[in-house]
């Protein structure tokens, strides 16, 4: 009997992320992954001047970098990238799934983000939820910002301790979180209700916001699932605020101690 066209593709989708890498750039981000015993490290290029300044990171990791000079440095990267003569070849990390991140805190919160796509405005909310003690970053399988050398700089070393997850479905994903007791929040410009006013009383409770993409928001289905819309208490126009200040400051105002 021949398989069906779905089947086929996601067994094709399965080899095809078993044998994803991507490259890691800059200092900072290459350091970080070097220290992670959870990241799986495949190829480093160094410049002399780089090897010194991660001597102990590359000590720790245990790997053996291919020492370039500057002149010759050519890494498999966008020639734009601003690499400061230090790429690492990586495997994706691998956080497991969504009840695996997102049960265990005492008063978890968590951000989804519904068609977020822009690597930097990703980068900088892991940021903010590391500082901010988020549980767990999730995202799409498709229209969102994948893994990627670019995400990692942005991060600033966050994509290695953040847990970032991306699901298939995020309708299902937030119906999942309701079912282990979460009270699911879409930001919403236009909302009547403040995210002070949704959590009163309820602080103690783990609590999930959703974030759509400046510009279109959440999506109609995304609307329809989450328990209620709400808006950041703000003085002026709420447009005016890029996603990722949006996703910091939803993080604070709905902290378990408020």
């Not at 350091?31 to 002399?48: F, I, Q, S, W, Y």
């Not at 969504?98 to 940021?127: F, Y």
């Not at 910002?145 to 700089?153: Q, R």
Request: aromatic share 4%; hydrophobic share 45%; proline share 6%.
């Amino acid at each position: 009997m021949k398989k069906p066209k779905w089947v086929v593709q996601k067994e094709q989708d399965k080899k095809v992320e078993a044998n994803l890498t991507l490259w890691l750039f800059g200092l900072h981000a290459v350091r970080d992954a070097l220290v992670n015993p959870g990241r799986e490290k495949l190829k480093l290029m160094v410049t002399p001047n780089a090897e010194v300044k991660l001597a102990d990171a590359i000590a720790e990791a245990g790997i053996v970098p291919e020492i370039i000079e500057p002149r010759n440095f050519r890494p498999p990267i966008d020639q734009n990238s601003v690499h400061q003569g230090a790429v690492l070849e990586v495997k994706p990390l691998n956080w497991g799934k969504l009840e695996d991140v997102c049960i265990g805190a005492e008063a978890p919160r968590v951000l989804l983000l519904d068609r977020v796509t822009d690597p930097h405005n990703v980068g900088a909310i892991l940021r903010s939820a590391e500082v901010l003690g988020a549980s767990a970053v999730i995202g799409t399988r498709h229209h969102s910002a994948p893994e990627t050398g670019a995400l990692a700089k942005s991060a600033s070393g966050a994509l290695e301790r953040q847990p970032y997850l991306r699901v298939r479905n995020l309708a299902d994903a937030i119906r999942e979180l309701q079912a282990m007791g979460y009270l699911v929040l879409g930001l919403d410009g236009e909302a009547e209700l403040t995210i002070e006013a949704a959590v009163e009383g309820k602080r103690d409770r783990p609590v999930a916001l959703v974030l759509g993409a400046e510009g279109p928001g959440l999506r109609a289905k995304t609307r329809e699932t989450v328990d209620a819309l709400v808006r950041i208490d703000a003085s002026g126009g709420f447009g005016s605020l890029n996603v990722s200040n949006a996703a910091a400051i939803a993080l604070y105002a709905s902290r378990p101690h408020g």
